[in-house]
């Protein structure tokens, strides 16, 4: 984050109200190109110790994984733009993604474009910020996607709608959802609704191994590869219904 952009984050840290001691704490890792925004984020959900912690500040991408092992952060924010390129945080998403599962990455992008979005939702992130966006939404979001939800507005939902049929063409096939039992159709249900699979083994009375299979069922039969892709399949079977 350059001068300007870190002028605009301290801006936004007045005024923010969360539910102090109302949940478990959040572990927050912070990573960006600029120190000084990442402090300045840190600091400001410092101000909350019963929400959130910040465990980590990462300006590259071999500083990010460094600190995810050392640290196992609930929360990785990830900011496009690391030291080493404009894109690398998209690489460090897809390999937090594959070697850190249970880290949920949200990305920070400088400007949230079209192809930028799907790259990150399809690179793992279950949430999207845009640098203009307040703290309060940072915080919102951090809180969202720590309850199993996804985070990203209108307009960046429909980019991905729009996008699903070149990125995986078997989801478009008029079957698809044909292929799925009863039992799996309950269980995409209950993704698509934010639930962990600790939660949905309880509503359903099984054990999460059992969810976990249900899960790889489903993922085969659709042609998905993750929760994120799973969600936004069953939210564009909404759409066309």
Not at 95 to 109: A, E, G, K, V, W
């Amino acid at each position: 984050m350059g001068r300007r952009a870190t002028r605009g984050w301290r801006a936004l840290f007045s005024g923010v109200q969360l539910m102090s001691g109302s949940q478990d704490r959040v572990r927050v890792l912070i990573a960006d190109a600029d120190h000084m925004g990442s402090q300045l984020m840190a600091s400001a959900l410092g101000r909350f110790r019963n929400d959130f912690e910040v465990v980590g500040i990462a300006c590259s991408p071999q500083e990010a994984f460094r600190k995810v092992e050392a640290t196992k952060p609930h929360v990785a924010v990830l900011s496009t733009g690391l030291r080493d390129g404009e894109q690398t945080g998209l690489g460090v998403l897809e390999r937090l993604r594959d070697s850190h599962p249970r880290t949920t990455s949200i990305m920070l992008l400088q400007s949230p474009d079209r192809e930028t979005v799907i790259d990150a939702f399809c690179g793992g992130a279950r949430g999207i910020l845009s640098r203009a966006d307040s703290f309060q939404s940072l915080a919102k979001c951090i809180r969202c996607v720590h309850n199993g939800q996804i985070w990203a507005n209108n307009a960046q939902i429909e980019f991905v709608l729009e996008a699903l049929p070149q990125l995986r063409p078997r989801l478009t096939r008029s079957k698809g959802a044909d292929l799925l039992t009863p039992r799996e159709h309950e269980v995409t249900r209950l993704v698509a609704e934010g639930k962990k699979n600790r939660e949905i083994a309880e509503i359903l009375h099984v054990t999460e191994h059992t969810v976990s299979n249900y899960l790889y069922r489903i993922f085969e039969k659709l042609g998905v590869s993750s929760r994120v892709q799973l969600i936004l399949y069953a939210m564009s079977r909404k759409k066309t219904a």
